[in-house]
């Protein structure tokens, strides 16, 4: 598709847009109208939105606008799943600027469809809007489907720590970026475009989850805040986590432990949740580390001891933070 999006103007875009999406049963109204509808069999609609800023959260010679487009749609979906419920839909509201050729914005649009089909979800509507920044801004919905939502505050002491999903790629293929290189693939492509497990929310509500969140800020963060919330400490065991041998080997080449991109790196939307001691986990989830009582430690411990290693997500700090 040739011409820019000030060419084809405002509803010209939007047209476009909306003619690439597809469905779901649960949308009841799609695109058209001023607003959509979307079945809540639940009466309860969980909901999440996040921003991602062009030059802070992707860069447009890293990343194609498909690559955005499956990483935009994930992060939000990822965080429906955390809270134990079903993606049903995602509202897009993007701001481009004029001069952007229209094949971006419908290359982005792809990649969100695709990604809300992985996780069973449809786009329902939107706005655009002119702007000198590529800004997108998501919001995805959910449905608990009769359940309790899984929250940050019902960890207990005694339970153990698990995770499925992968944890340090995203941040291990930053590293690998940064320095102007483009492999390892695996790991370029975890950074471009993470991939949620998003069935093992609603499944590990079903085993019993106590407490949970995707890692989107990094492990020692994301749980910083399940400990935070519900009153205890969370000690991880560093030789319970797997960590793959070409990531040895990335950190090796750049001077990095590749601990550090698993505690702190983020972006991989793992889950990572609380059991109760008993519970009978599928080989998916990996125990990591266990709920104690509080101490005079910080709230998230690693073998331990305090976890003193810069890292983690802060939209507030340095880009390049933790990465």
């Known amino acids: 598709m040739k011409g820019t999006v000030g060419e084809l103007g405002e509803f010209g875009l939007i047209r476009e847009l909306t003619s690439r999406l597809t469905t779901t049963p649960a949308v009841r109204l799609g695109p058209g109208d001023d607003a959509a509808v979307v079945a809540a069999p639940d009466r309860r609609v969980v909901a999440s939105t996040d921003l991602l800023l062009e030059g802070r959260h992707f860069r447009r010679d890293w990343s194609t606008a498909y690559d955005v487009g499956r990483k935009a749609a994930a992060q939000n979906l990822a965080d429906i799943a955390a809270m134990g419920a079903v993606p049903t839909a995602l509202l897009l509201g993007l701001v481009v600027p004029a001069e952007l050729p229209v094949t971006w914005p419908t290359e982005l649009m792809d990649g969100i469809r695709d990604e809300c089909q992985v996780a069973g979800a449809a786009v329902v509507g939107g706005d655009v809007v002119r702007g ?36 340090g790629w995203s941040a291990a293929g930053h590293a690998v970026l940064s320095r102007g290189f483009r492999s390892p693939r695996a790991f370029v492509e975890a950074h471009r475009r993470p991939e949620p497990p998003y069935h093992a929310g609603p499944a590990a509500a079903g085993l019993g989850a106590t407490a949970m969140t995707d890692v989107s800020d990094g492990l020692v963060a994301d749980l910083g805040h399940i400990a ?46 609380t059991f109760p001691p008993d519970a009978k986990l599928p080989a998916r989830w990996k125990v990591i580390g266990e709920v104690l009582t509080p101490s005079a430690l910080p709230q998230v411990t690693v073998d331990g001891a305090p976890w003193t290693s810069k890292g983690g997500w802060d939209h507030f700090g340095d880009p390049d933070e933790g990465r």
């Open 132 to 167: 000198d920044t590529i800004t997108i801004a998501i919001t995805a919905l959910g449905d608990l489907r009769d359940h309790e939502p899984v929250v940050r505050s019902g960890a207990r002491v005694g339970d153990v720590v698990a995770y499925t999903g992968w944890l």
């Open 228 to 273: 935070e919330a519900s009153k205890v400490r969370i000690d991880l065991r560093s030789g319970l986590i797997d960590i793959p041998s070409q990531m040895n080997d990335i950190g090796q080449a750049v001077g990095i432990d590749p601990l550090q991109w698993v505690l702190t790196g983020g972006e991989d939307h793992a889950i990572v949740a």
